[in-house]
């Protein structure tokens, strides 16, 4: 049920947080690009949605479920729950960044060098 709760809560930012994001990503791109500005490619727009979607899955849902998985793992975190809730609420989000900032940067690198095979990315 936990889980089931959340879900209304990543589709309501995620309609609100992502075009706005998305947006400021397209205005950044174009404005400190290293190519003239051009129309931003469609993937670019894509991965964009992948990070955002990921950074909020990561920060609403996964924190709960991490800490639930502290608190069975640990003696501590079993007796300290509020400690496994706030480690969990830090850890999620800076763990997600891992995966979704090379999205980010692919993204980029997709508008500013459209000429670049895959295999020189």
Partial sequence: M???SSIPK???TTAVNMP???AKDRAFTLMFG??????LPMMSYGLFAIRDTATIAGSFSAPKDLS???????????SK???????AQLVCPMAIQLGST????LGLDL??????????R
């Fill in 34 to 39: 290293i190519i003239a500005p051009s129309r």
């Fill in 81 to 87: 729950p509020e400690k496994a809730d706030i480690l």
């Fill in 2 to 4: 936990g889980r089931d």
């Fill in 20 to 22: 706005v994001c998305i």
């Fill in 111 to 120: 508008y500013n060098n459209k000429n670049d095979t895959p295999a020189k």
């Fill in 10 to 12: 990543v589709i309501g």
């Fill in 68 to 78: 639930k998985y502290m608190q069975r793992k640990s003696q501590y975190f079993k």
């Fill in 102 to 105: 090379p999205l980010h940067l």
